[in-house]
Each structure stands twice: as C-alpha cells, then as structure tokens.
C-alpha cells in the first residue's frame, strides 16, 4: 500500500524558517517524481514544488520560488521542503503527493498533510 | 499560466440525482504527443485529495462507475450520475499539459 507521511510543521513567526518531510513507502520511491501541494484553510489546492526522479528538474510556483528549496533522498525514501522567510499567507496544509502520468502530468497519492502555522 | 475555472462553485443534489462539474482551462490542454492532461480530484471533509479521473476520461482503480470524465482541448466535465450520500465534498480539476500545474477553485458537492 502506498503510503505517504508528512511531519515537520507547527507554528513558526513571519520571517522563520522550517523543514517538511515526507517519508514514502509501499512503492519504489526512487521511481517516482514528486510534488508539494498546499491548502490554506477553507482555500483550494495550490502546486507549490515538483522534482523529478533524480532531482535534476526542479519546478517551483512563483509564490515560493527564492524562498523554498524541494530536496529528495532516494536512499531514505524521503522528500523535504525546506522553508525560510515564512510569510502569514505561507499557513496552509502542506501535502506530499506522488508524480503520475506521462510527463508527471498527474498526481495519484497524496499524503495526510502537515500543518503549518505562520503567525507572531 | 493556464487559469482553471470551474463552475457551479457551489451544487446541492438530491441524493439519487446527477451532478455535473464544468472545468474550462484558459489554454488547450492537448500536449504535443496528442494525449490531453486533465485530472480530477475529490476532497471529502476532514480528508486528503484522491484522484477519480486521468487523462480526461479514465477512472482509477477503484473509484466507483456513476463517476465519468469527458471534454477536450478546453472544456471538461464531471459527471456524477446517481450521487451518493458518499460523495459530499469539494471536487477540483487539475491541468498536467503545463508548468506551472493549476487547480480549479474546487466546486462544493452537498446532498440534499
């Protein structure tokens, strides 16, 4: 079964900085592209970051490109998102989703989420 | 960037009824292999997104058949054919033809 696992969010200050993982399992993880997709609260889904296979096709939205860096550790099964200069409109749900498609053209699993708070 | 407009934003059905979600992209979603790339989503209350549809029309494995997915180049459609108590929540397009990836607003499903 697949399985993908969020951690690492809480409640940061504006201007802050955290690190989101997802630990992957149930599938052969170094085969797979990835992605983060967030949802602020009552909001919609929002594409933030996509990797590829072996990280060297990187994609970022404009809202978080420069301050957002999506990494991947194949050994560990593992996909991050490491967040600095956290902003008030940053608060969301943040979700680990796996690439699927032609061209990672979809998404077929997405985790439970993690929450992050941004707020003084 | 490729702007994703679904409509009604908001839909009440009778339990029995069918449903039907419009999606309309600003660009065409046929990429240049030919194969057109839109997704749907299904976001119950309290959960994580799940994929219904690929690709336009293909179901995933799974979900249930009163679930179909039709359209083309820029115009798409959702259809539920008998809804289900089940099936309250928000559903969202996707477009996979183009970087960077969009969703729709999402379109609110309540059963009456």
């Known amino acids: 079964e697949v399985q993908l696992v969020e951690s690492g969010g809480g409640l940061v200050q504006p201007g802050g900085s955290l690190r989101l993982s997802c630990a992957a399992s149930g599938f052969t993880f170094s085969s797979y592209t990835m992605y983060w997709v967030r949802q602020a609260p009552g909001k919609g889904l929002e594409w933030i970051s996509y990797i590829s296979i072996s990280s060297s096709t990187i994609y970022y939205s404009d809202s978080v490109k420069g301050r957002f860096t999506i990494s991947r550790d194949n050994a560990k099964n593992s996909l991050y998102l490491q967040m600095n200069s956290l902003r008030d409109e940053d608060t969301a749900m943040y979700y680990c989703?796996?690439?699927?498609?032609?061209?990672?053209?979809?998404?077929?699993?997405w985790g439970q989420g993690t929450l992050v708070t941004v707020s003084s | 960037d490729v702007v994703m407009t679904q409509s009604p934003l908001s839909l009440s059905v009778t339990l029995g009824q069918p449903a039907s979600i419009s999606c309309r992209s600003s660009?065409?979603?046929?990429?240049?292999?030919?194969?057109?790339?839109l997704s749907w989503f299904q976001q119950r209350p309290g959960q994580s997104p799940r994929r219904l549809i690929y690709?336009?029309?293909n179901r995933d494995s799974g979900v249930p058949d009163r679930f179909s997915g039709s359209g083309s180049g820029t115009d798409f459609t959702l259809k539920i054919s008998s809804v289900e108590a089940e099936d309250v929540g928000v559903y969202y397009c996707?477009?996979?033809?183009?970087?960077?990836?969009?969703f729709g607003q999402g379109t609110k499903v309540e059963v009456k």
């Open positions: 996707m477009q996979g033809a183009h970087w960077p990836r969009t």
């Open positions: 660009q065409s979603l046929v990429y240049s292999d030919g194969n057109t790339y």
């Open positions: 690709q336009v029309s």
């Open positions: 989703a796996r690439g699927a498609g032609d061209y990672d053209s979809s998404i077929d699993y």
